[in-house]
Structures are given as C-alpha cells and as structure tokens.
C-alpha cells in the first residue's frame, strides 16, 4: 500500500518494525486511544516469515497473545502458519496504520515532533522520499540484520547457507549444520528423515541446554546409532567445493569431509544504526541500548525499544512471550496529558 507524505501534524507514536512486538506495541498504543503509524522494511513479521515452513513454536498460544485477544490452534502449540495468521489478525482488530516494505532511512527531530524520513523499497532507488511525524518513536527492528558469520575461508560460496526453510532441496545430499540450538537441531532431524546425510558440528562438548525437551533425545538417539553423525567440540575452519575442513577444538587437528552445503544455523544480530544515530548509547561489550527497563525509554526522550532488541547479543533472553509486554510498559509510563 502506498502512503503520501504528511507533513500535518504528528501522530502518538511512530512504532518502527512490524515484527510480533511492534505488533504489540501498537496493540497496546491503540487500546489506550493513541494514534499509531508502524513501519517496517519488510512484510510483516518478517522474523516468522523466514522461520523453517513446518516449524512450531515452544511457547503455548496463551503466551504468545497480544492484548487479550484470543489465539485458537489446532494443537497445544502453535505452528509458524497459524502464527501468521494470528498476528495478521490482532493487526486487523487494532485498525494498526502500517506501512510494510517502507525503510526508514534517516530521523530527525524531538519528543514532540519526530520526522522519519522513508523509501518505498519496492519501488526502486528512484523512489520519492516520504515524511511521517510522530511525538514519539518505538524502535523495534528485531534481531535478524545478519547472522552471526563463520568468518572462515569459502564462506561466501553460493552453498553456504545461514537459514533453512525445508528439507527437499537438500535431498540426497552431504550437509553440514553448524550449531547446537534448537534451529540446528530441527534442521537437522527434518533433514536426515528427507534422505539428507547429515553432519552437526558444534564447538562445545553437547548440545546447547535451550534445546527443546522433546527434540533432545530425538537427536541424541539419532547421533547414537549414526544415523546423524556429530563432530562436538569442533569448528569449521575452511569451506572449500565438494569439502569442508573441521578444527578440534582440544588440540587443532584438522580433518576434510565431503560435502555438497553448509547451514550455518548460528544465529542472527541485531543492528541498532537507527538508535545510534538518535544518540542512543549502545554497550559495546552486551550490544544492549541503554534503556530503563521499567519504561523501556532510553536516555533520549520520546525514544523507547521493545522486543528482542533490548537483549543485545544474548538474543535467547528475549522472546515474543516476555517482549510483547514492552509496549504496555511503555503506553503506561505516560500520563495521558502529555501523550502530544
């Protein structure tokens, strides 16, 4: 949908990124009266969106809720399907103004009138720029700016790969998953039962302890009697065509295996470009934006963050069931007299 610019005046808030928690965000803001514009780049939630077709969530519908309104699923978790229709729908029932695959290339102003400048990104790179006014900002942009790199020789080969949709394309085929997390160990599973010969390589000595409950000892039996082989406590050190070479973690002995594809399953960052050019400091060591928890406003006024990129590099602290509570944070720290 195509917006034209407004330069009337300015709406409550500005929520930037329409990911579960922006969703949220802007539930919470339009459950108080206020006025909201949400943005993002991409589609909306654009997080779910690249998560594997057949994934379920671990969290029960319940906890995944926006505002009270209802999710119904077929069983005791929600699949990624549902899961998009669902937010689709609090969408909808909040009457959320968004403005999908519209990025946000530039803000100006203060607490009281913000101007975002943004690009229509399917238009072009001679698309106009457009204007929105906003008394306060909600930056919510997520934690998927870019994986977390091997940085080894080969990496930019075209059959390295840092995320996994389905098994099929994998078929028949020699496949290195390096990680130990849940999204390395699903792939890894779904893989080996689509006729995938399928090695994990993780550098510590076992699984990461996230793993979900019902997914471990799937894996580990299959590791058991070979059916997935596993090289823990190794790295990747060189990608090469038609191989990989391993390190050992212990002692740096190397050894090469065949292999046809690379998933890279190690995670994603976020980037907090937008709050560092607002003046909002970032840790260097944590990546976490200075914020005040309990309002979720960092030191700038009328600048607040929600979701996982109050986390930082530790993305596995903040999920949808703690980050969709940010907004009602941030719409109750404001007295109803100074929401303009």
């Not at 991409?42 to 057949?54: E, N």
């Not at 803000?107 to 913000?114: H, K, L, P, T, V």
């Not at 960092?298 to 602290?317: E, F, K, W």
Request: charged share 25%.
């Amino acid at each position: 949908m195509s917006h034209p610019d407004s330069l009337s005046g300015p709406v409550d808030f500005a929520i930037i990124g329409a990911g579960p928690c922006g969703i949220a965000a802007g539930a919470a803001a339009r459950r108080a009266g206020l006025d909201v514009v949400v943005v993002d780049q991409g589609p909306l939630c654009d997080s779910i969106v690249r998560y594997p077709y057949y994934m379920t969530f671990f969290s029960t519908p319940e906890k995944l809720e926006i505002e009270g309104l209802p999710f119904v699923t077929t069983d005791k978790t929600p699949t990624r399907k549902e899961a998009l229709v669902y937010f689709r729908r609090v969408t909808e029932y909040f009457e959320l103004d968004t403005r999908l695959y519209e990025k946000v290339e530039g803000i100006e102003g203060s607490m009281g009138d913000f101007r975002i400048r943004t690009r229509a990104t399917l238009e072009g790179a001679d698309a106009p720029s457009r204007t929105l006014r906003a008394c306060r900002i909600v930056v919510a942009t997520g934690g998927f700016h870019g994986p977390n790199l091997l940085n080894v020789p080969g990496e930019e080969l075209p059959k390295v790969r840092h995320h996994y949709t389905e098994a099929h394309p994998y078929w028949n085929q020699d496949v290195v998953v390096v990680g130990g997390s849940n999204s390395a160990v699903e792939a890894s599973l779904e893989m080996y039962r689509a006729g995938v010969r399928v090695t994990l390589v993780h550098f510590a000595e076992e699984l990461d302890r996230s793993v979900k409950p019902w997914v471990r000892p799937d894996m580990l039996n299959r590791i058991e009697k070979g059916e997935i082989a596993a090289r823990f406590g190794h790295r990747v050190s060189r990608i090469e065509p038609g191989r990989v070479t391993l390190r050992r973690e212990s002692d740096g002995a190397t050894a090469s295996i065949a292999n046809d594809f690379v998933l890279a399953l190690t995670g994603w960052k976020a980037d907090p470009v937008l709050l560092r050019e607002l003046g909002v400091p970032v840790d260097e060591q944590t990546g976490v934006p200075a914020h005040d928890p309990e309002t979720m406003e960092t030191p700038v006024p009328g600048v607040y963050i929600a979701g996982v990129l109050a986390a930082g590099h530790d993305a596995n602290r903040i999920f949808i069931e703690n980050g969709r509570w940010h907004g009602r944070r941030i719409v109750d720290s404001i007295p109803a007299a100074h929401v303009r």
